[in-house]
């Protein structure tokens, strides 16, 4: 036995080394799965933001196609079907339509708000008492398939409604809801126009001139 007693130091070096290494493998490895597995979940977190921006970028062009379309200018203000109904009757006809348009699109109503023809608007300095403007002020919570279908509606929507301001930002915390400011400037004729008036003329003389028909034999 003593002859391998000049062999003890190597044995036990070998010996530290090997547990040395066995242990490095035990606390290497499972990093090396963690930080694989992290590469993974950036990798899949990194896709789901370029889809969700592709889907913003989509919503801030329709807006903007919104905005530029000439199809606005060709709308109709909308007009009463009788004389003195008011300002609240003429914001509450319209605004109710918005407010439905949002609650069909699944979108909430964090907030919202209106103001009476503002000053700057050139239709009310063309006279109160020919125009009624109002804006609608709101913050939205939606998604981004909800939020479109929203400004389609609106786009869609047959009396002209001016979009003063849209601000879409995606919640911090959940990547998928926006929140959206969104300013809408609503526009009605305060009394018929002589378009409508005359068109109900026109319908009522063709409805006397068919009774005013005799009957056949």
Do not use: W
């Not at 047959?158 to 919640?171: A, G, W």
Request: net charge negative; with cysteine; glycine share 4%.
């Amino acid at each position: 036995m003593d002859k391998y007693k000049k062999y003890y130091g190597v044995i036990i070096f070998c010996v530290l080394v090997a547990g040395l290494i066995a242990f490095a493998y035990k606390s290497i490895v499972p990093k090396v799965d963690e930080l694989k597995g992290l590469q993974t979940e950036i990798q899949d977190l990194t896709s789901k933001k370029d889809g969700k921006n592709k889907e913003l970028s989509i919503v801030k062009s329709r807006i903007e196609q919104i905005n530029k379309s000439n199809v606005s200018a060709l709308k109709k203000l909308f007009s009463p079907v009788e004389s003195g109904l008011g300002d609240d009757t003429l914001f509450f006809t319209l605004y109710n339509d918005v407010i439905e348009m949002v609650h069909a699109n699944s979108v909430k109503i964090k907030a919202i708000d209106y103001t009476y023809n503002p000053n700057s608007d050139k239709f009310v300095q063309a006279g109160k008492d020919v125009y009624f403007v109002c804006d609608v002020n709101m913050e939205l919570v939606s998604n981004y398939v909800n939020l479109g279908k929203l400004l389609q509606d609106l786009y869609q929507y047959p009396y002209y409604i001016k979009i003063n301001e849209i601000d879409v930002k995606p919640y911090e915390k959940d990547k998928k809801i926006l929140l959206t400011t969104l300013s809408l400037r609503l526009y009605a004729h305060t009394a018929p126009s002589e378009e409508d008036t005359s068109e109900s003329q026109g319908a009522s003389e063709a409805a006397l001139d068919g009774a005013e028909t005799p009957l056949p034999q």
